[in-house]
């Protein structure tokens, strides 16, 4: 058994059934055994002893085992009741059961019943305990929740307001004033490190006195926060002990906190109590995630200085980086003029000389002749390519993009070229535009050079068509091909290796400008998106470029 044994409580005035109960079955088992002889020692007994179980006779004398029902529920007490009754009062029994017995045994009974009968109670009885005593520890556990609750709630209102302050000064006054309100202090004070003095400046004060030979923004020493700046741990310090500084002239108990960067001191937060009552650990816990709430604004608004001397840095960039994107595009203006110019000049003196009639040429000077009007043919074409491609400005948010209208400026740039060469431009379109997020430039630089690389290398009389769609991934699907001689499975593999991939064989012709293979494959990365090509010698190049559409 336990070391504690259940008390049982028996009331019987029939000495050889109370022997039985008491000594034979009970106190054999184990149990703790009081027994008493009728009813009114039984009730004054259960008041006394408080056992786990009652065995009573129905027919006591004095009270009844009924009238002892009765009296242990006006005294309140709540003890499971067993009756011993004997064949033929069932009635007896209902009637007790109605005034709150628990069990029942009809005499005669075996020790076996007796003892199930007195196990089936305790059994309850022991659950109704371990019921009582879990409520008691959740409702312990429920008030140190809402302890737990009220300082959680006490340090977001308090990291809320810190956040959200900008002004310096301001943020170290609520700091103060919140710390000084939930630790009950009369006095405190906020000391920062300066830079590159390392001392340690007033930046804040509550109440303190007008005595004290400090003013706000001056380098002070307390006394007692240097040592919390050497071992950057928090001191709680009353009584005798605070007598040995100068601040125990403010009061008899005190708390330094330090405010931490990295392991490093940077600001020290010191409360004072008139009275030698220690701060409590809660309290202690509180202030130190205050400082680091602290620590953090601080942080930050380091942080927000640099990131504004940095955002003016990259305006200066920006700006500049525009200038000379201007300086870019007025320089390719004037070449292209006096590129078109030497031009114009160049083809008048080669008209001269072939309708000059008093020249014979020969028929290698001829060839020489068209050979060289074919090259000014090719660098006045050169001179229309670099004018400076203006893509469309969508009207939609910056980072969206119509691929659709970036399609057809592009091809509509190019025709001119592809109808030179005797080539046909086909586009391909959706009937509802396709978005994508990106660089719309960029965009327009990725079709630049693809459809610029398929003229190129298209056969005479051939076709170049470009085709938009959107798959069943919500992604846009777009393809180039042109109908020239196609690329072998080597060539095709490292076509977007290096700057020189697209030129693996000589040119057929000029088709615009237009960025290498291995600088588009970047861009459509940049993009999230991805490029391949499909080709075979003798049936032409597809370039497909899949981007998340939106």
Excluded at 142 to 154: D, G
Excluded at 270 to 283: A, C, G, Q, V, Y
Aim: proline share 5%.
């Amino acid at each position: 058994m336990a070391e504690n044994p259940d008390r049982i409580l028996i009331a019987e005035s029939d000495p050889v059934i109370a022997d039985f109960v008491s000594r034979q079955t009970l106190q054999a088992a184990g149990y703790q055994v009081y027994q008493v002889s009728d009813g009114t020692a039984a009730l004054s007994r259960a008041v006394q002893v408080m056992p786990d179980v009652i065995l009573a006779n129905l027919e006591l004398p004095g009270l009844s085992g009924k009238d002892l029902l009765v009296g242990l529920n006006s005294q309140g007490v709540n003890i499971p009741v067993i009756l011993i009754a004997r064949k033929g009062t069932e009635n007896e029994i209902i009637q007790a059961f109605r005034l709150g017995a628990a069990d029942y045994l009809i005499w005669p009974a075996r020790e076996a019943e007796v003892l199930s009968a007195v196990e089936r109670n305790l059994s309850q009885v022991r659950e109704r305990r371990e019921r009582e005593r879990l409520a008691a520890q959740l409702q312990q556990t429920n008030q140190e929740l809402q302890q737990r609750i009220r300082e959680l709630t006490t340090i977001f209102s308090i990291a809320k307001a810190v956040t959200s302050l900008t002004d310096q000064s301001a943020l170290f006054e609520k700091i103060l004033e919140s710390v000084t309100q939930i630790t009950h202090a009369e006095i405190g004070w906020f000391l920062l490190r300066e830079e590159p003095s390392k001392a340690f400046v007033l930046v804040a004060q509550h109440k303190l006195p007008p005595s004290m030979p400090v003013r706000l923004n001056q380098a002070w020493d307390d006394g007692i926060s240097s040592l919390v700046a050497m071992s950057g741990e928090p001191l709680s310090i009353h009584g005798e002990p605070l007598k040995r500084f100068k601040v125990s002239a403010l009061g008899q108990s005190a708390l330094i906190v330090p405010v931490k960067v990295s392991k490093q001191v940077i600001g020290l937060l010191t409360l004072i109590r008139r009275k030698s009552e220690p701060f409590r650990e809660n309290e202690q816990r509180l202030v130190e995630s205050i400082a680091d709430f602290a620590s953090i604004s601080l942080v930050n608004a380091r942080l927000f200085r640099i990131m504004e001397e940095r955002a003016r840095q990259q305006q200066s960039l920006a700006e500049n980086a525009l200038t000379g994107e201007k300086i870019t595009i007025e320089l390719l203006q004037k070449i292209k003029k006096e590129l078109r110019r030497a031009v114009e000049v160049q083809y008048g003196a080669l008209e001269r000389l072939l309708q000059d009639p008093t020249i014979r040429w020969s028929s290698a000077q001829r060839e020489n002749l068209t050979m060289l009007r074919q090259s000014l043919d090719t660098l006045n074409q050169l001179s229309e390519a670099i004018t400076p491609i203006q893509t469309p400005r969508s009207q939609r948010p910056a980072r969206e993009v119509n691929l659709t209208e970036v399609v057809r400026v592009t091809a509509g740039h190019f025709l001119p070229f592809s109808q030179k060469s005797n080539l046909s431009l086909i586009t391909d379109l959706p009937p509802q535009p396709i978005y994508i997020s990106g660089d719309e430039r960029q965009i327009a630089q990725i079709l630049n050079g693809l459809v610029s690389n398929a003229i190129k290398f298209c056969n005479s009389g051939g076709q170049v068509r470009i085709k938009l769609e959107k798959t069943d991934g919500n992604d846009a699907h777009l393809i180039v091909s042109d109908s020239g001689a196609g690329l072998d499975a080597q060539i095709a593999a490292r076509l977007f290796e290096s700057e020189a991939g697209n030129e693996q064989t000589q040119p057929r012709r000029f088709g615009g400008l237009g960025v290498g293979m291995k600088t588009i494959k970047e861009m459509v990365s940049r993009h999230n998106g991805k490029i391949w090509v499909e080709s075979k010698p003798g049936q032409g190049t597809q370039f497909h470029v899949m981007l998340p559409a939106r």
